[in-house]
Nanobody, 128 residues
Framework: QVQLVESGGGLVQAGGSLRLSCAAS????????MGWFRQAPGKERELLAA????????YYADSVKGRFTISRDNAKNTVHLQMNSLKPEDPAVYYC?????????????????????WGQGTQVTVSS
């Protein structure tokens, strides 16, 4: 079992930056691929970025490519999402999630339904 807690959300001006963190409990965290998702009001939850257990492989949605960077520190059981050049369309609740199926695999899951554990989310608001 893995528990995930996101932090780092808040209010930022358009063009600004935020760094989200996801702290995981459970000794198996380092073996799982991780993803960051977001869900805006009235919209479906979407995958933004994902990283394999080793950090060797990553995936980015086109909407955030070049602006967001996912990273992980397995020694500290954390995953980060560095968000730069935030836009008015970025506000949402941001979630981290763990893919427990592809453990110790450099396969990066991009299907939302394949993620097994989810955090409660952190709100990101962008002012124009």
């Amino acid at each position: 079992q893995v528990q995930l807690v996101e932090s780092g959300g808040g209010l930022v001006q358009a063009g600004g930056s935020l760094r989200l963190s996801c702290a995981a409990s459970g000794r198996t965290f380092s073996s799982y691929a991780m993803g960051w998702f977001r869900q805006a009001p009235g919209k479906e939850r979407e995958l933004l970025a994902a990283i394999s257990w080793s950090g060797r492989n990553t995936y980015y949605a086109d909407s955030v490519k070049g602006r967001f960077t996912i990273s992980r520190d397995n020694a500290k059981n954390t995953v980060h999402l560095q968000m730069n050049s935030l836009k008015p369309e970025d506000p949402a609740v941001y979630y981290c999630a763990a893919d427990a199926t592809n453990y110790y695999s450099d396969y990066v899951e991009i299907s939302l339904g394949r993620y097994d554990y989810w955090g409660q989310g952190t709100q990101v608001t962008v002012s124009s």
